[in-house]
């Protein structure tokens, strides 16, 4: 069985949906048969290339205020904090994703995809770290096992773009308007970083989907 998750590395409620997802894939009795990939998606595609404190670039995209826009943050650390996740999101930075999808895809191909997103995640909502420019990214892919050196001819010569633009274009197809979005087995679709325990149900429905009716 197969659990596409959709989701961009600068996502709050995605990493926090990823979590809760694990902990029910690792209550699931039958986890080894299931598959995990991680697909691409640009909650901004137009995000600049340089990075740029993400405070008042976000207050202004959402119509809020940047006290308003803080208190929303404060309450997200707190509330993923409950599902063991240490966000430091003060003073962050924000950029264009484009490249670490690239990478994400890279990741597939050798293996390394979730240890590679982990990487991501923790990198930018723990540690601050950027997640933008090809060094720092390939720095990251090698901390997770990923051949740095590959990581760095890939950005520099373009690899993979079209598969990102392919998962992009394949969550519209499927109705995704915002991440992150879970795809069990192309039958069930959850959407948002939902509780733990209907990550467990969706499994559940879709694994005995996949099972033959008793003759």
Known sequence: MQV???????????????????????????RDQVEVVFRSFELDPGAPREPQPKAPLLAAKYGISEAEFAANEERLTRLAAADGLEYHLDGSLIGNTFDAHRVLHLARERGLQEAVAERLFRAYFTEQRSVFDPESLAGLAAEAGLDGAEARHVLAEGGYA??????????????????????F???????????????????????????????
Do not use: M
């Open 4 to 30: 596409e998750i959709w989701s961009d590395v600068v996502c709050p409620w995605c990493y926090l949906g990823k979590r809760r997802f694990e902990r029910a894939l690792a209550a699931f009795e039958h």
């Open 185 to 215: 087995d192309r039958r069930y679709a959850v959407s948002g970083a939902q509780s733990t325990d209907t990550f467990a149900a969706a499994l559940d429905t879709a694994y005995q989907d996949t099972r033959p009716l008793p003759k």
């Open 162 to 183: 079209d598969e990102v633009r392919a998962d992009i274009d394949q969550a519209r197809a499927l109705g995704a308007n915002g991440v992150p979005f879970f795809v």
